[in-house]
């Protein structure tokens, strides 16, 4: 393989994609001494598609000089058949696992286009309620509807407490809300009164002062809220509210979405 650049890897859905996504990147990122270069392919589900995708599998192939990953999920048999015909190492996930499992369960699967995301899911309606929820209660907005949350996450602003709760929405169904703590929250020892009543559902993320710096930096430049002064006296004074709570504390320095989110459910469930 060649290591001086970015590997090629194609990810091939007949339908929105999610599916083959999570499966190949998390396969992927057992790799930590690689990059790779990836072509995400939607909706290929008519052979015009699948032959579009084939060129431009080869198309890479031919200029790397070595075949690109392929992964993917395709239902139709005749699809996947094609599809084989490319320059791409393969991995057809269906072909590698649906025969296993039919012959575990003693029966034949019938195969449909879309079932795993689609509004079959019964925790279809529960994912849609839970992002409406945590966009409504989005940077300490309608906090008269904390009562409703599962969770509650707190941080200062810029440190992963919005995408945290839209994943906790989209991929658990979980009813998260975010507070920011503002300047005047920290300049008080106390936990600001609105959250008082849910200290059992809050879960704080922290923020190394550099990493907060950064962040900030780059959605207000050399402004006094992005300063790394600014930033080091707001962790400093987050810290010593912290010290003096008794709730889980992660650190979003250090963490991905995935992970943070992970860990939220887990507390969230170790609580009920």
């Not at 239902?75 to 084989?84: F, K, N, S, T, V």
């Not at 696992?97 to 925790?123: C, S």
């Not at 550099?210 to 900030?216: G, K, N």
């Amino acid at each position: 393989m060649n290591e001086t650049s970015a590997y090629p890897v194609f990810l091939l859905s007949d339908h929105t994609g999610i599916t083959v996504d999570k499966l190949a990147r998390s396969l992927l990122s057992q790799f930590s001494g690689l990059q790779f270069e990836i072509h995400s392919l939607s909706f290929v589900d008519s052979p015009e598609a699948v032959r579009a995708a084939v060129e431009r599998i080869d198309a890479s192939a031919g200029v790397r000089g070595e075949p690109p990953l392929v992964f993917a999920t395709l239902i139709d048999p005749a699809l996947r058949e094609q599809l084989r015909g490319c320059r791409g190492q393969v991995f057809d996930i269906y072909a590698l696992l649906l025969q296993p499992v039919a012959e575990a369960l003693h029966t034949q699967a019938t195969p449909r286009r879309g079932q795993t995301h689609g509004r079959t899911d019964n925790g279809y309606l529960d994912r849609i309620g839970a992002l409406e929820f945590a966009l409504a209660t989005d940077d300490g907005v309608a906090v008269k509807r904390y009562q409703n949350a599962d969770v509650i996450l707190i941080g200062l602003s810029r440190s992963g407490k919005t995408p945290t709760s839209l994943y906790l929405a989209l991929q658990y169904g979980l009813r998260a809300a975010n507070d920011p703590l503002t300047e005047e929250d920290l300049d008080s020892p106390r936990l600001p009164e609105r959250l008082q009543a849910f200290r059992h559902k809050l879960v704080a993320l922290r923020i190394d002062p550099e990493r907060l710096h950064r962040v900030r930096e780059q959605r207000r430049p050399d402004s006094r809220y992005a300063s790394q002064v600014q930033c080091r006296y707001e962790v400093r004074q987050f810290e010593s509210l912290l010290s003096g709570l008794d709730i889980p504390v992660l650190d979003s320095s250090r963490m991905s979405i995935e992970e943070l989110a992970a860990s939220v459910v887990r507390i969230v469930r170790s609580e009920e």
